[in-house]
């Protein structure tokens, strides 16, 4: 499980369904670097093209 607006700078968004994503080991490596915890740019992509409060699973 992958937090988009990671949980340690909005603690707001941590239990929010449209903030959670599910993925593999390998993936999170790619968005998420393991040793440091910081947003890789495919993470921040992730990020930005998210929008808060917006359930991104749901059609529009």
């Known amino acids: ?3 988009i607006y ?3 700078e909005y603690p ?3 239990y929010c369904d449209w903030n959670l ?3 593999s080991k390998r993936t999170h490596r790619l968005i998420e ?3 440091t915890n910081d947003l ?3 993470g921040r992509m992730l990020m930005k093209s ?3 409060g917006v359930d991104w699973r749901k059609k529009i």
Do not use: G, K
Request: aromatic share 4%; hydrophobic share 35%; charged share 20%.
């Open 1 to 3: 499980m992958h937090h």
């Open 6 to 8: 990671p949980a340690e």
């Open 12 to 14: 707001e968004y941590r």
């Open 21 to 23: 994503i599910s993925v």
């Open 33 to 35: 670097n393991p040793a």
């Open 40 to 42: 890789t740019d495919l």
């Open 50 to 52: 998210t929008i808060p």
